[in-house]
């Protein structure tokens, strides 16, 4: 006799262990989709839950069966993150919580599954879905070292470039119209700590690029962010530093080297291609936004 499963069933909670004790190896079992989760709970885990707010981060995991079929989480204020998800799914979590009576920002995930959420969630609670960024994640397959380099080298940063990491690292997300997920100063910190930021500079010792690299989690390594000041791009610069950090994590004994782009931006796009990245799957970014009301 064939059994029925039963029904997907949604479970949350604000403790990261009990987050992980359920869904830590449902993670691991894919981890270029899933390596946006797994950064986020190293780091919540290595530096503590206020890392990116002072309310408290809610995390949830799907289960069917005793099996783990999707998880999510949110670090308020951000949108929450969702892994990938069907309508069934979607529409349950959306229903768990509009029923909470919290507003959402938004959210992020793979493109199917912040469609199915953001179209649950309007049905929900009468809230607009504005598609922001569609972002695609890459892969890094055979490195291609730019050649020729251009001239200079590149450098690990230091304690002594705290004040320029931090400042790169608010005009990145300046520029990219975000807003930092965490203070400057103390990403800075937290990176430079762990040998997490690059720069490329010019021969006289000045730098020019900066790309960040994420400890790995689960074999998987992620570039981010990459950042060029403007007055200084289109000499080469972001293709070296890129190109050096992706040759850093593979030589750390990374299985994945992964990073996202925007896909508005055709440069960094083709310029990740070239060096070697190949993609893997498309991802959305929403903003949930009260329709407009018009008096007569």
């Excluded at 997490?196 to 998987?220: H, R």
Aim: charged share 20%; aromatic share 10%.
């Amino acid at each position: 006799m064939t059994r029925t499963p039963t029904a997907l069933t949604w479970m949350f909670t604000s403790d990261l262990g009990t987050f992980l004790h359920r869904a830590e190896t449902f993670l691991r079992s894919r981890p270029a989709l899933h390596t946006v989760p797994l950064t986020v709970t190293d780091a919540l885990r290595r530096d503590g839950l206020g890392l990116y707010g002072d309310e408290p981060p809610v995390f949830g995991v799907l289960q069917q069966d005793g099996a783990v079929r999707a998880a999510c989480f949110r670090t308020p204020p951000h949108r929450p993150y969702l892994t990938a998800l069907g309508p069934t799914g979607a529409d349950a979590l959306a229903a768990h919580l509009a029923d909470e009576g919290r507003p959402l920002p938004g959210v992020f995930t793979d493109h199917a599954t912040a469609a199915a959420f953001a179209g649950a969630w309007h049905r929900r609670t009468g809230v607009l879905a504005d598609l922001v960024e569609r972002k695609r994640l890459y892969r890094l397959d055979t490195l291609t070292v730019p050649h020729p380099a251009p001239p200079g080298r590149p450098r690990v940063a230091t304690a002594g470039d705290r004040e320029q990491v931090a400042r790169w690292y608010a005009e990145f997300h300046a520029t990219t119209g975000g807003s930092p997920g965490r203070d400057p100063g103390a990403w800075a910190d937290a990176r430079i700590a762990h040998g997490g930021v690059t720069f490329w500079e010019t021969p006289d010792g000045t730098p020019v690029s900066l790309a960040g690299l994420l400890p790995m989690v689960a074999g998987q390594v992620r570039v981010a962010p990459v950042y060029t000041p403007e007055p200084l791009r289109g000499h080469g610069y972001a293709g070296a530093v890129t190109a050096e950090v992706s040759r850093a994590a593979r030589a750390q004994g990374a299985r994945e080297v992964l990073l996202f782009t925007d896909l508005a931006n055709r440069t960094s796009n083709g310029l990740y291609q070239r060096i070697g990245y190949r993609a893997v799957a498309d991802f959305a970014v929403y903003d949930f936004v009260w329709p407009t009301v018009t008096s007569s």
